[in-house]
């Protein structure tokens, strides 16, 4: 489905990694102190950004009922009842069917009527 999931890659503000090898004595112990000064020096290792290159456009309905009423049988005994109703329809797009990913065929599953090979 179409949704971000900012922990996945570097995230939405980006990272970076320090390599604590390349302040270290070659064959000694490396500390996080070493990652420290690679990071002075302004050396990286690696870098990162997450981007999300498809819009967030997911429209969502949710319904819900509830009716309750009390009622006195007896001067001591009150009774409460309810009963709740909940629907939660799937998450349509503004511009297209929502799609999922069939586990079974492995296959994308547009609007269950179109699927879409991988």
Same mark, same amino acid.
């Given at each position: 489905m179409d949704? &971000?999931q900012p922990?996945?890659g570097?995230?939405?503000?980006?990272? +970076?990694?320090f390599?604590?090898e390349?302040t270290?004595v070659p064959g !000694? +112990?490396?500390t996080? @102190?070493?990652?420290w !000064? /690679? =990071?002075?020096l302004? =050396?990286q290792?690696?870098?990162?950004? /997450?981007l @999300?290159?498809e819009? +967030?456009? /997911?429209?969502?309905? @949710?319904?819900?009922?509830y009716i309750?009423?009390?009622?006195?049988a007896l001067?001591? %005994?009150?009774?409460? %009842?309810?009963l709740r &109703?909940?629907?939660?329809?799937?998450?349509?797009?503004l511009n297209?069917?929502?799609e999922y990913?069939?586990?079974e065929? +492995? @296959?994308?599953? %547009?609007?269950n009527n179109?699927?879409v090979?991988h």
């Amino acid at each position: 489905m179409d949704h &971000w999931q900012p922990d996945v890659g570097g995230g939405p503000r980006g990272s +970076f990694t320090f390599n604590r090898e390349m302040t270290s004595v070659p064959g !000694a +112990f490396t500390t996080d @102190q070493n990652a420290w !000064a /690679t =990071f002075l020096l302004g =050396f990286q290792s690696s870098m990162g950004k /997450t981007l @999300q290159w498809e819009p +967030f456009t /997911t429209k969502e309905w @949710q319904h819900g009922l509830y009716i309750r009423d009390r009622w006195q049988a007896l001067p001591g %005994l009150t009774l409460t %009842l309810g009963l709740r &109703w909940e629907y939660y329809p799937l998450l349509r797009r503004l511009n297209r069917p929502m799609e999922y990913l069939d586990l079974e065929s +492995f @296959q994308v599953v %547009l609007d269950n009527n179109i699927s879409v090979n991988h």
